[in-house]
């Protein structure tokens, strides 16, 4: 569950997340070195069709997507949201909940995060008195006691505050909200900013979950993007947590970063795979220089082709699959027991802003600067500038800066997209009894167009179902990519003239 994720649907989502013989988890397996050969591994899709489906697309992590956000919408339709939740059948049931802290000491350079760069911890006490600020105001229309079955704290870099800040935070969260007892509760690190000592004290406070961002082990790529951090320091970590309990470890890597080559992103998978973490979020990463700053200390000549790069990736999923992982969707890969594999075989796979979830389909609040709620047919999203945060807040109005009330068609939709992209079953029957709609004549134009993908071996369309295929789990982009109306459809006005760039799908 993680929301740093190098390719973002649009760059105003506030993401902007050991092989032993007997591969258990232990911190005895020894790393490849980093001069030695990759391991040889066989392409699992064949190069014809990742070439033609590289193209661009929505990660729907929502439907929508939020790029079709409008500043029209404020903090009204928020309260709007909160008011149906309270008269709807919801309102007993467990909510998700994120929290953004968008500091970090230092710049990645291929970050397309939402966050502020400073060396000045004093920024996060001040920075606690708003997301309190924001919690009052929440509270004024919703229960204290809420249920909430998921926490996850992103940014930016959470462990940016200190122990105790952390503390104040979930005793803030803890006021308002009841955390489940099996409740999944996770936060993003820094693997250069953490030791065992702030390990365990994250462990005292409840965490269960943690996601480290490793990208590359690569000495020249990391130099090249401004994250140094070693193999050693980080499998030494996660012997750590596994020892003080920590019930899932998650590792992002990212493909495409400069300097990278097919053959050292296979030795950076090969060694990532030793450390054996329980989910690997695997993204490719979108040069967006226009967009993003940072990026633009990244040298573009210094970046791997596009033939280069579906080589990385075809390489990265034969090596992850062959290690046991199994291949969730999109970019994720979890080990066969985690929680994550055991959902998507029985059927329960969710998907919110922090990407693939256990959770079952909650309504998501989220605090902070530039976080994204989704309460029932209600996207809400806060002001992006931190400054125009604090001063909504410090006016007492909830930070609304945009957002969007899906209408009957969205919502028809959504339903779709996401069931696609969890189950990879789609049931037309169920859906004509629930909706009262005949699905062939409603939806006559995309069923056309996933004939050609059911040509190429993505899915198999009968009369009453779509599924996608083993094959087609690895352009599962591209078959929901069929029911977006938006990408047919002219785009509004919108206060921000900047044209919307999607990541590559694969």
Request: glycine share 6%; charged share 25%.
């Amino acid at each position: 569950m993680t929301q740093r994720l190098a390719t973002p649907d649009t760059p105003d989502t506030h993401a902007c997340s050991n092989t032993c013989a007997n591969r258990c988890h232990c911190s005895k397996a020894q790393a490849p070195a980093e001069g030695a050969s990759p391991p040889r591994t066989r392409s699992l899709v064949d190069a014809e069709l990742l070439r033609r489906f590289d193209v661009s697309g929505p990660r729907y992590t929502s439907y929508p997507t939020a790029d079709r956000f409008s500043d029209q919408y404020t903090a009204d339709g928020l309260v709007q949201a909160f008011r149906e939740r309270a008269v709807s059948e919801r309102r007993d049931e467990p909510v998700s909940l994120y929290v953004h802290i968008p500091f970090c000491e230092s710049v990645c350079y291929y970050c397309a995060c939402n966050k502020v760069i400073t060396k000045h911890h004093d920024r996060g006490a001040p920075y606690l008195d708003k997301l309190q600020a924001e919690l009052r105001l929440i509270a004024q229309h919703l229960p204290a006691g809420t249920p909430a079955s998921q926490l996850h704290l992103g940014g930016g870099s959470p462990t940016f505050l200190s122990d105790a800040e952390i503390v104040r935070l979930m005793d803030l969260l803890r006021q308002q909200f009841c955390l489940t007892d099996d409740a999944e509760i996770s936060i993003e690190v820094d693997p250069r900013t953490v030791d065992a000592t702030r390990l365990a004290a994250l462990r005292e406070m409840g965490f269960n979950r943690l996601s480290l961002g490793i990208q590359d082990f690569d000495a020249d790529v990391q130099r090249a993007v401004h994250r140094e951090q070693s193999y050693d320091s980080v499998a030494a970590l996660m012997s750590t947590a596994r020892a003080l309990g920590f019930q899932s470890i998650n590792a992002d890597l990212i493909y495409g970063l400069p300097k990278q080559t097919a053959a050292s992103f296979a030795r950076t998978i090969a060694q990532v795979s030793t450390l054996r973490p329980d989910r690997i979020a695997l993204y490719g990463y979108a040069h967006l220089p226009e967009r993003f700053k940072p990026q633009r200390r990244i040298d573009s000549d210094a970046l791997p082709t596009a033939g280069d790069k579906l080589q990385m990736l075809s390489h990265a999923l034969s090596g992850l699959l062959g290690e046991g992982y199994t291949y969730i969707g999109m970019d994720h890969f979890a080990l066969p027991e985690d929680s994550l594999a055991v959902a998507k075989r029985e059927g329960r796979l969710q998907r919110n802003f922090q990407g693939y979830s256990t959770q079952p389909d909650r309504d998501l609040i989220a605090l902070g600067v530039s976080a994204i709620s989704r309460i029932g047919a209600h996207y809400s999203q806060n002001a992006k500038e931190l400054d125009l945060y604090e001063e909504a807040l410090s006016s007492g109005r909830l930070p609304v800066e945009r957002g969007l009330t899906l209408d009957a068609n969205d919502l028809r939709r959504r339903d779709i997209i996401m069931t696609l992209m969890c189950q990879g079953r789609f049931d037309m029957a169920a859906f004509e009894r629930q909706h009262g709609l005949p699905f062939a004549q409603e939806f006559q134009p995309e069923l056309e167009r996933l004939a050609q993908l059911q040509h190429d071996g993505l899915v198999t369309v009968s009369d009453t179902l779509i599924e996608v295929t083993p094959l087609g789990w690895y352009f599962v982009r591209a078959v929901a990519m069929v029911f977006d109306q938006y990408l047919r459809r002219p785009r509004a006005a919108q206060a921000e003239a900047v044209p919307v760039r999607f990541s590559r799908i694969l």
